[in-house]
């Protein structure tokens, strides 16, 4: 199920979490050449993602939300 992204935070190992509408968490990360997401680096960049819809694969088995520790 998509979700659209409405907030971010960092985790414990400064990696980018995007929170999604649905209240689960997914890291968004940017490490080429594998995972290509340079506009997570700046805030300028995770901003143009608000709203962004990516593929929920918590809400597709029923997890419970998410909450920052």
């Known amino acids: 199920m998509k ?12 990696h980018w979490v995007a929170e999604l509408a649905c ?8 490490k080429p050449p594998f995972i290509n997401r340079p506009w997570v ?3 300028e960049g995770r901003d143009k993602y608000l709203g962004y819809e990516l593929k929920c694969k918590k809400c597709d088995s029923g997890a419970p ?3 920052c520790s």
């Open 3 to 14: 979700q659209a992204i409405v907030d971010y935070h960092q985790d414990e190992e400064l």
């Open 41 to 43: 680096i700046f805030t």
């Open 65 to 67: 939300k998410d909450t």
């Open 23 to 30: 209240g689960h968490f997914q890291h968004v990360r940017h």
